[in-house]
């Protein structure tokens, strides 16, 4: 079945610093891919995903591309804030979520 | 999207009971899915229920441990049974999105059960 492996954290980063979580995926086929997002004391949110290769999520100023040739979805936002802090789910269509990954942004 | 909820949001349990959780979903879909997060942990895949089926359970799932049921297209529930400390737990009920959105997931906000 589709898996991913996803960088561990914890991440810690100060206010308007560059983030980037790793998220590489094993596949049957191109499934679509997410990134997840669960705020303190909060539920999954969908926070972005691109249903095919070479596609760009985006949302919030997060973006991640779906790259076909290095198995990757790599999740970016060029200047976190605060309100950022939370972690972060790698996961391919089938159900199975990476480790997540929890940030941290210090004002 | 789907809007999803559970019933209870939280309880604390004795060791040896069983607890049932529910899960509503305001629009019809076709599959649904229990999750369970420990404490720090990612979400681990309990089992997938289909309406007019047997649940699917993931490896180390048992039915006799986490019976499920799917009695109509918007409902589900999960029973923790027999339950021991270990079992202390959010459990998330998840469905896949309808129409135009069908291959994402949505949650519901979780059930935080803590077994004494």
């Known amino acids: 079945g589709n898996s991913v492996t996803q960088m561990e954290g914890p991440v810690t980063l100060s206010e308007e610093a560059f983030l980037t979580i790793n998220c590489t995926y094993t596949a049957t086929g191109y499934p679509s891919l997410f990134w997840y997002v669960q705020y303190p004391g909060e539920g999954l949110q969908l926070l972005l995903k691109?249903?095919?290769?070479?596609d760009k999520g985006s949302n919030k100023g997060f973006e991640a591309t779906y790259r076909k040739e290095t198995t990757s979805f790599h999740l970016e936002k060029g200047s976190v804030q605060v309100s950022d802090s939370a972690v972060y789910f790698c996961a391919p269509r089938g159900r199975r979520f990476g480790a997540g990954t929890r940030l941290t942004v210090k004002p | 999207s789907a809007v999803i909820s559970q019933k209870p949001s939280r309880d604390i349990c004795q060791r040896g009971t069983s607890l049932t959780i529910q899960c509503q979903v305001d629009?019809?879909?076709?599959?649904m899915f229990w999750y369970r997060q420990q404490p720090g942990q990612s979400l681990t895949l309990i089992a997938t229920?289909?309406?007019?089926?047997?649940?699917?359970?993931e490896s180390g799932f048992v039915i006799d441990k986490f019976p499920i049921s799917r009695p109509n297209l918007t409902f589900s529930t999960l029973t923790v049974s027999n339950m021991s400390p270990e079992d202390s737990s959010i459990y998330l009920c998840?469905?896949?999105?309808?129409?135009?959105?069908?291959?994402?997931?949505?949650f519901g906000p979780g059930t935080r059960l803590t077994v004494l």
């Open positions: 229920a289909n309406q007019g089926s047997e649940a699917t359970y």
């Open positions: 691109a249903t095919k290769a070479d």
């Open positions: 629009s019809q879909v076709t599959m």
């Open positions: 998840s469905v896949d999105g309808a129409r135009a959105s069908t291959d994402t997931q949505y």
